[in-house]
């Protein structure tokens, strides 16, 4: 498998945001206000799907130890990560149900959840053989799709309080 050294640098992106997420969360929950909703999920989003993207990228490398056939190592791989994904989206989704008020956010939601849905698919397939070779392409995804909401909500729980601040400043300069 000549594909390590790009599930090792996804392991360390996972690992390099659920650690700054950490500390962000440390500075940022000090405050005398309750976190809502959206800032626990998005911070179980970053410490929980970060720490994963890291142990489902090794995980392919570590299954290569006891096996050399490639099929078996995507099949288990994938598979295991389609039920990682598949709780995720169900935890985000029940969490946040009834929480997300602006029709904006609302869209914004229901195309990551679309978007997750496919990806299962994929890794369904992938893991399967069904429809696409059997390999990396679609593992990666599914890992780069999980760094990238980690991400995304890593920028979410760093920018919030900054424009809560903004605009509470703007409010009270225009009164």
Aim: proline content about 2%; cysteine-free; hydrophobic content about 55%.
């Amino acid at each position: 498998m000549t594909d390590i050294s790009t599930l090792e640098t996804v392991a360390e992106i996972g690992v390099a945001l659920a650690g700054f997420a950490g500390i962000v969360a440390t500075f940022q929950f000090r405050q005398n206000t309750a976190p809502t909703a959206g800032e626990i999920v998005a911070l179980t989003i970053i410490v929980n799907m970060g720490l994963s993207v890291a142990a489902f990228s090794y995980l392919p490398i570590l299954a290569l130890s006891y096996t050399s056939n490639e099929g078996i190592v995507w099949s288990i791989s994938s598979s295991l990560l389609a039920v990682y994904m598949s709780y995720m989206m169900y935890f985000i989704h029940s969490n946040l149900r009834g929480k997300v008020k602006k029709t904006s956010a609302r869209l914004l939601f229901t195309l990551f959840q679309l978007v997750g849905i496919l990806i299962v698919i994929s890794l369904i397939s992938n893991a399967l053989n069904i429809g696409i070779e059997r390999g990396l392409p679609a593992y990666l995804t599914a890992l780069v799709y999980g760094a990238y909401l980690v991400g995304m909500n890593f920028m979410r729980l760093l920018l919030l309080p900054i424009w809560k601040q903004f605009r509470a400043s703007e409010a009270s300069n225009d009164t």
